[in-house]
């Protein structure tokens, strides 16, 4: 079993004293060392699968579900660690093999990923170029 709690002491820490950048850095370093990847990692579409009341995974992202997954979501007396639901997407994304699982599928996911965003922006801006 894979107690989370012991990778998150300085993560609680930063959620605890407001610092949001920090703590977002650090759960995002407690991912890459416990799934070699991280939220940015998923495609839209799956992640939407994960997290929408619609989505057909949403049910699986609880902390009884994760425990069968052999990850211990709990610090202790049933206080779950520090962004325990964002775990839980990470670990049944891993679980579903939504994950990249080579370096080069990861890149190609972000590059895809910040280029989504680039149109996305440049569509919200009205700064996009028509053909002439």
């Known amino acids: 079993m894979i107690k989370i709690a012991d990778y998150t002491e300085r993560l609680d820490r930063l959620v605890n004293?407001?610092?949001?950048?920090?703590?977002?850095?650090?759960?995002?370093?407690?991912?890459?060392?416990?799934?070699?990847?991280?939220?940015?990692?998923?495609?839209?579409?799956?992640?939407?699968?994960?997290?929408?009341?619609e989505g057909d995974l949403t049910g699986k992202i609880n902390i009884g579900y994760c425990r069968s997954l052999g990850y211990d979501l709990i610090i202790r007396d049933r206080v779950p660690v520090p962004d325990w639901r964002e775990f839980a997407i990470m670990i049944v994304a891993q679980n579903e093999g939504l994950l990249p699982t080579t370096p080069e599928e990861r890149a190609q996911r972000r590059l895809e990923a910040e280029a989504a965003e680039f149109l996305l922006s440049d569509q919200k801006h009205g700064t996009g170029h028509a053909a002439r």
Do not use: H, S
């Open 17 to 53: 004293f407001g610092l949001g950048e920090a703590a977002e850095d650090e759960f995002d370093r407690i991912c890459e060392q416990l799934f070699g990847a991280t939220v940015d990692d998923l495609t839209d579409a799956d992640y939407e699968r994960l997290t929408d009341f």
